[in-house]
């Protein structure tokens, strides 16, 4: 009977850390979810701005570009109700560090103008 005991005794704290365990992934997912949802909120807003930034920018200089992108571009938008990021990375947005990588083995120079 003491081993019986025993062994459900071993069963419920294992239960209980499994329980436990699963609570903080609970957490864990429900926040993702809810970044997630938030991107996705953004994403309409998120490409028209590096789409405008990719067609309208290319001529001026870096300050020129960021004026633009994070002024002029991002003001646009909240005035017309899109919902979009505000200090958008374009690079990172636009680009994952694996391509960049290959392209710096490829020669491309490693500076953020020629990313």
Known sequence: MEDKANKTKKKINTARTLISSLTDEK???S????EISSQKERLVGNCSLATSFISYCGPFNAEFRDLLANEYFVNDMKKKSVPVSTNLNLTEFLVDEATVGEWNIQGLPKDDLSI
Do not use: A, F, V
Not at 31 to 34: I, M, W, Y
């Open 27 to 29: 957490n864990r997912w």
């Open 31 to 34: 926040s993702g979810r809810k």
